[in-house]
């Protein structure tokens, strides 16, 4: 069955930097496109970053310049690299996955940027 598994969140201050790793398995990892979601408390889950099955990347005006998508399909790993993190990129972060009409999310991992 198809699995996300996030890993690498965790607390950090302000200025810092965090890279996630997202971990699928029981699909097919190249057909697919990738990408990373957010959600903090009260707030509606937004879009963080994308990267097609060609690896062409796509981001969100407020992480433009300080995240980094990327993919390595040899081990069917989505990575987000985050520089410059703000109090305000705290949330859960949730990979997710889509081919066509079928589409796939991880369980989250919290991300803590202190002042």
């Known amino acids: 069955q198809a699995q996300l598994v996030e890993s690498g969140g965790g607390l950090v201050q302000a200025g810092g930097s965090l890279r996630l790793s997202c971990a699928a398995s029981?699909?097919?990892?190249?057909?697919?496109?990738m990408g990373w979601y957010r959600q903090a408390p009260g707030k509606q889950r937004e879009l963080v970053a994308l990267?097609?099955?060609?690896?062409?990347?796509d981001y969100a005006d407020s992480m433009k310049g300080r995240f980094t998508i990327s993919r390595d399909n040899a081990k069917n790993t989505v990575y987000l690299q985050m520089n410059s993190l703000k109090v305000e990129d705290t949330a859960v972060y949730y990979c997710?996955?889509?081919?066509?009409?079928?589409?796939?999310w991880g369980q989250g991992t919290q991300v803590t940027v202190s002042s």
């Open positions: 997710y996955a889509r081919w066509r009409w079928s589409d796939y």
């Open positions: 990267i097609s099955s060609g690896g062409t990347a």
């Open positions: 029981g699909f097919t990892f190249t057909t697919y496109h």
